[in-house]
């Protein structure tokens, strides 16, 4: 009696189709292939938060962006500060209002070398104790109504 796989000499599968004869055939797919068909029960028991989405990502136009300026800035740009009237020179300090400038915190990266009086809604501890180091002092708050924010 002749075996099985004398008869199919010469064929391509030896009678076992196309996947069948091969180490992953007849699994249904490989990886995540019948994950909502024939391996729903799987997905049910090991992964039941495989599909669908998670989580909650705030609008952009809801999420505050504070604008932000540096020490360093301030030296920087002291110049230009006095050509738009932002920065006076009054009782041997100078004068700059950050509040109408639209921005929010002053940060304390830099060193000043000048003496600071600096409005601004809001300020680090270091931003604070390096400007008072140097002779200058930090007033915190907000603008009052009358005064207008410029934005550039």
């Known amino acids: 009696m002749p075996s099985n796989a004398s008869k199919h000499r010469g064929d391509r599968t030896h009678g076992r189709g196309k996947k069948a004869g091969r180490g992953h055939g007849k699994r249904g797919g490989h990886g995540n292939a019948g994950l909502h068909k024939h391996k729903f029960i799987w997905t049910l028991k090991y992964d039941r938060d495989h599909f669908g989405r998670r989580g909650f990502k705030r ?79 930090v007033e915190l708050g907000e603008a009052p109504a009358s005064e207008t924010v410029i934005e550039e």
Request: glycine residues 8%; hydrophobic residues 45%; without cysteine.
């Open 59 to 137: 609008p952009q136009g809801q999420v505050a962006h504070p604008s932000t300026f540096n020490i360093s800035d301030l030296e920087l740009h002291l110049d230009s500060l006095r050509e738009h009237n932002l920065a006076t020179v009054a009782a041997g300090r100078i004068v700059i209002d950050l509040r109408a400038m639209g921005v929010d915190k002053l940060l304390g990266a830099g060193i000043p070398s000048k003496k600071y009086h600096v409005k601004v809604e809001a300020a680090s501890a270091s931003a604070v104790e390096k400007i008072q180091s140097a002779g200058g002092m």
